[in-house]
């Protein structure tokens, strides 16, 4: 595979699209776009932390990665194993675990389970750390999701990157063979989503398609099914307008793991008035300048909900 990175066999992205990629010329197949983009930028975290790859390889540590959303825990969780643990090593998933020496223990938690919280597992991380084991937590937001023991004793806390350019086009080599010759707008990028990558890069397309194809899906979603302008395009809000474009601000640093969920200020905001003046606008317009869903509801249809009926009553 043509090289678009550093150049350096001991980059960490190198070595990782290496081992994903440790079969003969001939016999390789290509990689899944939304693995080899998982596999990339898990690997710049990893770059992030000066040592961290030599000490995965030879250590013990205890880290924790901040995936951010909930569909990425599994293929980190993967792609550590496969890439970044020693190969002699056995891998084991959360409570399999057995406190045996040379054993790596990785819980990956997407958040959905009843046992995603910090009171959960703390047992299985004592064994691990008795056992002088590799740990490995991954979860959209450790703190909220991991065990909290494992939070306390973590050496390394990583963050899943976002995309950039040089992170798409080292995923489009790994998917076609080949380097793209241009460019990606950026604006284009920040509304990338690794699902976008699965429906528009594809071995037997060119670059310069899969680049097209990108920009053809970009250009037709609708922001989570949001219609409508923006809030950064409607007047008349007043300080509810700053507000929401603060929010907007602190969800793009957040998901870029410059913040922590802590660190966003505006959580909450009651917008009060008659019907018509423009609240479910404001709301419809804030969720696509934040880039997240928008799930509208009302009293009404809570007591439409047979299950909720009676609660609504009382």
Known sequence: MLRAGSGDPSDPVEVLLDDLMDTPVEERVSIRPDLAAIAVLTARSI?????????????????????????PVAYVGKVIAACALPSEQSVVRDRKFRPVHDQALIMARNGTAKGDKPDSGND???????????????????????????????EFHLTLPEMD???????????????????????AIRLLDIADLVLALRPDRSPEECLSRLEELIERKSEFHSTGPALEELDGYGEAKDWGL????????????????????????????????????????LAKSARVPLVATSVADWNSASHLAALCRL
């Open 246 to 285: 603060e929010l907007a601000a602190d969800f793009a640093d957040y998901k870029a793991g410059r913040i922590s969920w802590d660190e966003v200020d505006n959580r909450g905001l009651l917008l009060s008035g008659p019907p018509g003046v423009g609240k479910t606008s404001y709301a419809r317009a």
């Open 47 to 71: 770059e992030a932390e000066p040592g961290l790859t030599k000490v995965l390889r030879r250590g013990a540590p205890v880290v924790s990665i901040a995936t951010h959303t909930a569909d």
């Open 165 to 187: 350019q040089s992170a798409l086009t080292l995923v489009i080599e790994a998917v076609t063979g080949k380097r793209a010759e241009r460019s990606l707008d950026a604006a």
């Open 124 to 154: 299985v991380v004592a064994d691990a750390l008795h056992a002088r084991s590799t740990i490995i937590g991954i979860a959209p937001d450790p703190r909220r999701q991991l065990p909290r023991d494992l939070m306390r004793s973590a």
